[in-house]
């Protein structure tokens, strides 16, 4: 591999190349659509999108390996003045991104046999990781928000994709409506913020906040506001009511791209701005923004996780408990004060977004396959499922229970690395987000187990038989449940880069 | 060329495999499974011979080996758990020995189970195959956490065996005794290991990193740092601290080693099949106890009094278990009490600082314990399963391998000139007594164990006369089953090891004659890597053990020779009057009982002392009511606590659920409530206002 910067073989903006190929693939469906309109044969049009994320992940992959943008090959890419950047940390995200972006467009291929208007479909998917890739450089607030809502104008027509269903069309209505409203708290916290240190650039922002502020009033409000605007893309509480009936009401694998890759866009967003432009030493005088998001990780992890346990539906249980995720991976921004090693907590937070990627994903594209056979949406709708799908249900398994953090998968590890952040940090709150995140995820352990007992352990309630096995979503199963496993090996290879990325940041 | 050391894990991986592929398929292997075990341990053997080879120096200079195989896990800045192999002189001894036993036992077992077509085989050789594993990872074990894991693995092991025929009432029972008594040990065991990891910060055995050299600092020289924080921490001196540490550790070799009071597990384990009780008794389980002490004696010889303890524990059980051992009825009862009697005596020489003389013991024991135990095999094969020795009588002619192997054992066993238990007791003895002159302690130890001999010598030939001579006294010792080469092959090569395995440390003769031919002495004393770097070689020990644990010798009747010569004198003319008198019992054609001559002292010999009786009134009487009262803490308590809180989690989660009306404007409104709620409180804090 040749690290892109010392040897000059390409030249910057190449480095932006998976946001790009993810890009020009949502442009080529679009081709493909207008040349042939009616095409009832969807392998083209998935197979496009699945090779154009694939290829994405794969120059992703390599950028990782080679260093692009690390210390080592010279230290972060800025393009466009600095509007947007390159570096570990972007490139671990979009790798996230593209890696479940692939899995659902595989997924997908199944899922979506016969329905009409398919070339849309791949394409706002793509053009959502698109937004997200480029989230995940955005290194000025005015970045910030134009990627923002080119990964959310697409999502909300997603959520709505299946239009003559009901609940699909009232869902993608409703979290249209309150990404409207968060859109407005963010694009009004970014004027505030502008307001008080006259420039969008992350870095810039820091340095005129260091200089001295008039009004900390106004810069408070502003920071507050521009948190809860990513506290909706990462489906936090408050701003987290849209999320269980988006991931409800829309297609499985939309609602497993939307909880995993966008919940993690919303994330890369958010650490990158507060440690960059409000690092908590400059604005201290202002708001201690790691007790903000204490507070938010502790109550968004308790409600998912408590509303998670009272659901009889799987799909809506799974919502939930994605809500409780965004709680867990919170910990990592909000313990980033005192003594903790924070390039150590930061990595752990981007380790769990990386491992629930996966077995997020995997755990809605097995809700997609059960959808796929008609099963039905409840608990006791599953009873009995592993007697005619094993490996699937085999799959679920790995994913419940690496969710719940038991050592069957990369969950384990990520909770592990989450809780030791707690531990060097050693302040109250960090004791007490170490302990929500223990009782809840033995609270956790007994939704998802609820999952596991019907499919093994129960007898089927109605007869019904699995009429066929779709290649694509399995293969997207299978694909997630064998990574989310090797994860549990592989988690010291994955936890360098991570290190080293968020190392990077500070 | 490549080095015997680097073979070292695969003596106890080649086990391991052969249980995976007994138990995986085993059903559909000729042998079902015994094949894969004869196989995998006769290449243990081979690679144990290799290694013995290395470390005795002929294959290269690299006679010691330290290596760490897997980490478990790094503190920061405190201990690392580990497996990795150490291969020094003893543990190489001791891997030769379990893996030959190991190899007899199996073919042994092929006569045993497959002929006499048991069901159940693939499930006997797979625990056969992982008793064998674990032994022999335990005895290259570095550090005493990987010791703990394979102490217990073995523990578990015997519990499979001894219970192997589950369908029946006592088996099953015998195996939960034998589990629950030694696992009471082994739970100060496991406090012990604690306790050490805490002090020291290390399992280690050897090595100037491991814990016994860093004890060996806190009491002679400089105190270790992290060892003098704990010291100070803990309030104690570093003597009281090892003395609670070495008793401790102790408690497990107690239970395993079956000595008083944890020995009452093994006389009922004696209802596993035969082989394994070889196994177990010779080469494994008990020996792992013994194997323990000799292992981190490095530590013990730093505390006196814990080492004081040991040899009256040993002394002691060696005289008790004899006594009892008069009265049995059964073959293999009387060698299950001969079995506890003679670790007896390997704790006493531990105790008493006769380091090669536990050793010794240990492996002319391992031999003629082995072949006691296939022999009475052989007989019960012979007799229909029936262990009753009033039944035998005259199966010397019907039976001539057996007989004149198990007499090569009970030779040996009872101490008898020139078979391999004289020379080894008689160190043992020797040992106990020089180093007793100077100790009352000792002193009273070493005649408990003299006193052992004669018994010894008694028991032993009452068996052997009751079994083979006289007249059959039962149909079936009239005609017994003939058994076939794969009985009579182990017994010959245990037969030929009993009579001669004492050559190879004829201390006696060696002082006499000015040969040096003592040679388990120098193997034990090591080269000078063994001592200078290992620090698990006899030239380390012998300097603490005078100084340290203020053990000396001194002698009678005005030298060395003469002390050597009476030791030697008293217990081989105890041991022989002991055969007499079995002699004049029951070398007659038609032997009676003469137990009723020791009149109320039978009744209590038959009750083992009343021991299990007090060990059950323990069980019920103050345990169970114990359990009870925490079992309704539990129920009530906790449980209660933890119910209550799942309902109340369902319940304030059905609270929560209700926030989502699925009405949209309320889902805005509650948006923007929780932000102003945020914005204030911030801003308050903040000071924004």
Partial sequence: MIPLQTSNTLPDWAALAPAIILAVTALALFLIDSIDPNDESPSML??????????????????????????RTGGAIELFSGQLVVDGMSLFFTFIFTSVTALVCVASYDYLSGRPNQAEYYALVLLAATGMSVMASANSLATAFVALELSSLPSYGLV????????????????????????????????????????????????????????????????????????????????????????????????????????????????????????????????????????????????????????????RMLAYSSIGHAGYALIGIAVLTGTADQSYALGASMLHLFVYGFMNTGAFLFVALVEYWGVGRTFEDYNGLAKQAPVACFAMTIFLFSLAGLPIGGGALSKWALLSATASAATLSAYLLAAALIVNSALSLFYYSRVVKAMWIEDPAGDFEVSSYPTGLYAAVVGAAIVTFLLLPAFGVVSGTAFDAAAALF | MVSAFEFVPAIAVLPLVSFVVALAFGKWMPKKGALAGIFATVGSLLISIWTALTVAGFLGSETVYHAELWRFATGIGTFNLHL????????????????LISVLVFIFSLGYMNDEDETGLPRYYASLSLFSFSMLAFVFADNILMAFMFFELVGLCSFLLIGFWFREDAPPSAAKKAFLVTRFGDFFFLIGVVGIFATFGTGLFATEAGFPHMAEQAITGEMPGPVGEFLSAVGMGAQQWFTILGLLVLGGVVGKSAQFPLHTWLPDAMEGPTPVSALIHAATMVAAGVYLVARMYGFYLLTPTTLAIIALIGGFTAL??????????????????????????????????????????????????????????????????????????????????????????????????????????????????????????????????????????????????LTFHGEPRSDTAEDPESVRWNVKLPLGVLGVLAATIGFINMVPVAKLTGLKIDFLHKWLVGGEVLNAEFLTGLEHYEPILKEVAGIKASYIAGGEIPTLLISAALSLGLALAGVGLAYRLYAVPEPVAHTKKLGGLRTLLMHNYYQDEYQVWLAQGVTLPLARAADTFDQGIIDGVVNGISSVSLFSGDRVRRIQTGVVSNYAALLTIGLALLLIVFGIVGGWF
């Fill in chain 1, 46 to 71: 998935a197979g496009v999108a699945t090779l154009g994320s694939v290829l994405a992940m794969v120059v992703t992959g390599w950028y990782l390996v080679a260093g692009t943008g690390m210390p």
């Fill in chain 1, 160 to 315: 709505a994709y299946l239009k003559n269903d009901r609940g699909s069309v009232e869902a993608g209505l409703k979290y249209f409506l309150i990404g409207a409203v968060s859109s407005a708290v963010l694009a009004y916290g970014i004027s505030l913020v502008y307001a008080s240190a006259g420039v969008l650039e992350l870095a810039a922002i820091a340095e005129a906040l260091g200089a001295g502020i008039d009004n900390t009033g106004v810069l408070g409000v502003g920071i507050l506001m521009v948190a809860g605007g990513f506290a909706f893309k990462t489906a936090s509480v408050p701003f987290h009511f849209w999320a269980p009936e988006a991931y409800e009401g829309a297609p499985a694998p939309v609602s497993g791209f939307l909880s995993s890759a966008s919940k993690a866009a919303g994330f890369v967003l958010a650490f990158r701005v507060f440690v960059t432009a409000f690092p908590l030493d400059v604005v201290a005088g202002t708001i201690d923004w790691a007790l903000a998001f204490t507070v938010l990780a502790l109550v968004t992890m308790t409600l998912g996780n408590f509303a998670a346990a009272t659901q009889d539906k799987v799909k």
């Fill in chain 2, 84 to 99: 990795g192999v150490f291969v020094d002189p003893l543990s190489s001894l001791m891997l030769l020995i379990v893996s």
């Fill in chain 2, 320 to 465: 008790f278990a004899a006594t009892m051992g008069v009265v049995k009825q059964e073959l293999k009862q009387v060698l299950a009490y001969s079995t506890i009697s003679q670790y007896g005596y390997m704790m006493l020489a531990l105790g008493s600082g006769g380091y090669v003389a536990a050793v010794f013991h240990l492996t002319t024991h391992a031999v003629f314990k082995a072949l006691l135990f296939l022999g009475a095999g052989s007989v019960i094969i012979a007799m229909h399963h029936n262990e009753n020795m009033w039944d035998m009588g005259g199966l010397k002619e019907k039976m001539p391998v057996t007989y004149w192997t198990f007499l090569s054992g009970s030779l040996a066993l009872a101490g008898i000139v020139p078979f391999a238990g004289f020379w080894s007791k008689d160190e043992v003895l020797y040992e106990a007594l020089i180093h007793g002159l100077g100790s009352p302690v000792l002193l009273v130890a070493w005649a408990m164990g003299l006193l052992a001999v004669f018994l010894t010598g008694f028991y032993t030939f009452r068996m052997v006369f």
